[in-house]
Structure formats: C-alpha cells, structure tokens
C-alpha cells in the first residue's frame, strides 16, 4: 500500500459508522498490522435528510462527497449501502466488493399492532420510499400513507411520539444497530418486494488502486455479487427511462438465479410484475431481460 494509513470514507449517520465499522473490523482480521482511519463526511443527503418534506432527495445524494474523497486521493476507500449506489460511477472509481449480505427484508416496524394486515382502516404508516408506498397502497388503500424521513433513531422517535401508527425500515439497518426489538414482522418478499441491494455493503476504491484491491479482495461474497448484479440490472436498465418506483430482488436456487421485479406507479393503482430464472452467469443479462419486459409491459398498460 502506497499509504501508511488507509483511509475509510463514510457518512456521519449512526449507521454508516457502525457499516464502516464493520468494515474496519474484518480488515483488520484478515491484516491484523494495518492502520486504518475512519473518516466521516456530511454529505448532500445528510444536510437535507430531516427537511425535505417532498421526498426530492435526488440518488446519489448520499455518495457525492464520499466519491470526491476518493477522486481527490482524500480516502482510499468509500464504504456505502448498496442502495444508495447511483449507475454510472465515476470513470476513475470502481465497486469491487460486496460484503456477506444481511437481511434484505423490510420490517414492519408499531408499538400498537402486530403487521400491515393489523393496522385500523386510517392508519397513518410512515415511510418515504416511493417503492414501499407504491405496494403498501396497492395492499392496503385505506391507509395513510406519509412521507418519513431523518436517520433510524429519528424515524423511531417520531413513533414514539405517536405520529405514526407504523413504520417500515430496512431489516438490516436495525440489525446493524441493534435495534431488533423494534421489529413486528419481517415482511416476506412476496408481500413487499425489496430495493435493490438492500442489507448489502459496497465498498468502493479507485480503478488505479490495485494495492487496495488486494487488501479488499477477501472480503468479497460471490453469492452476494451475483444476486445484487441481477437486481442492479434492473434498476440500471429502468432508471434510465423513468423515476418510478421500481423494486428487484434476487436469490440463489439450485445453483440458478431467480429474480423478481417490479415497477408502478406511485399510488399503487398499477404494478406490473415479473420473475425469471438463469445460470449464475447470466445473472446480469437476466436482469437486463427481465427489466425490458417489464418496461414494454408498463408502458402497454399505461398509454
């Protein structure tokens, strides 16, 4: 390594520290001499995270800064949540590794009620992700659904404080913190389709950087990286064509890849749905099939 010290690019929330930290812990078991330096950055995302009523928030909000420090030879990696990675990355960097992932699931998250079936015709469920809204509203109509921002701990307060019957977080996300007791029900995919890469860790580094590359190398997990490659298809192929809600999940059978996806409107009056199932290495052109079926489809059933 060129330098003394690596330098681990995160952002300032509780839970990318705690992701970052993970992250320093398992170099260190694979290269127990090495420095590392966590290096926490505000980013875009941050400073309008607990303001932006409108869920404006543009992908890649939460990056910027982190791939900047990278650009600039500031940070020698980035660590992120697979989720937040934008498509196209920057020509100089590269997003070699994916961690063992975790949960992927949503939870459903009350102090009151036991799951979304539970809830009172008007119940208010927070979230502010367009692809939970979209199929919460499509089960379940009669909720109010309102838009929930801030990190975990402030979303968990604004419950407490009963301005919400419900919520929905990421799984992993509350692993990660500790927070399980907070979690009703573990929401079956079948019933709310996960994001793209949800419960993965990324951590990004430059092209150039093939010291670090090796540094990083054991901390892949190939079965991660070919279920999120699939699901990334998808949302690469989709996101250039529209902003809609869009969900892409993908999980290893009998040595296939089976990957179901989803996109819709965001009121839930129309989802168009499909699935599939290829050898392992085609697991990226499944995803591009899959994502261009489903955009034919939307678009029959739409105009």
Request: hydrophobic share 40%; net charge positive.
């Amino acid at each position: 390594m060129k330098t003394k010290i690596l330098r681990i690019a995160t952002r300032k929330s509780r839970l990318a520290i705690c992701q970052a930290q993970y992250v320093y812990n398992e170099l260190k078991r694979y290269h127990p001499t090495i420095q590392i330096e966590l290096m926490p950055l505000i980013t875009t995302g941050d400073k309008f995270i607990n303001t932006d009523a409108n869920n404006k928030i543009k992908k890649g909000s939460f990056i910027k800064e982190l791939e900047h420090a990278l650009v600039d030879s500031r940070a020698d990696i980035a660590v992120h949540s697979m989720k937040d990675i934008t498509v196209p990355l920057p020509k100089e960097l590269i997003l070699p590794i994916l961690c063992k992932r975790n949960d992927p699931r949503d939870a459903f998250v009350s102090l009151k009620y036991s799951n979304i079936n539970a809830l009172p015709i008007g119940s208010i469920i927070g979230t502010s992700s367009l692809r939970r809204q979209c199929q919460i509203r499509a089960q379940r109509p009669d909720l109010i659904i309102s838009n929930l921002r801030g990190n975990i701990d402030t979303r968990l307060k604004k419950l407490q404080y009963g301005q919400y019957d419900a919520i929905i977080l990421a799984v992993a996300g509350l692993q990660r913190l500790k927070l399980n007791k907070y979690i009703r029900a573990h929401i079956d995919p079948s019933d709310l389709l996960p994001a793209m890469g949800q419960g993965a860790i990324a951590i990004e580094c430059r092209l150039a950087d093939s010291d670090i590359l090796s540094l990083l190398s054991p901390l892949h997990h190939q079965e991660t990286s070919l279920r999120v490659t699939a699901e990334r298809a998808v949302t690469t192929y989709l996101e250039s064509y529209c902003q809609l809600p869009i969900a892409s999940y993908a999980e290893i059978e009998d040595d296939q890849i089976w990957l179901r996806a989803l996109i819709g409107l965001p009121d839930g009056s129309k989802i168009i749905r499909t699935e599939g199932r290829a050898p392992l290495n085609q697991a990226e052109k499944l995803g591009f099939i899959l994502a261009e079926d489903l955009l034919i489809r939307f678009k029959k059933n739409i105009f």
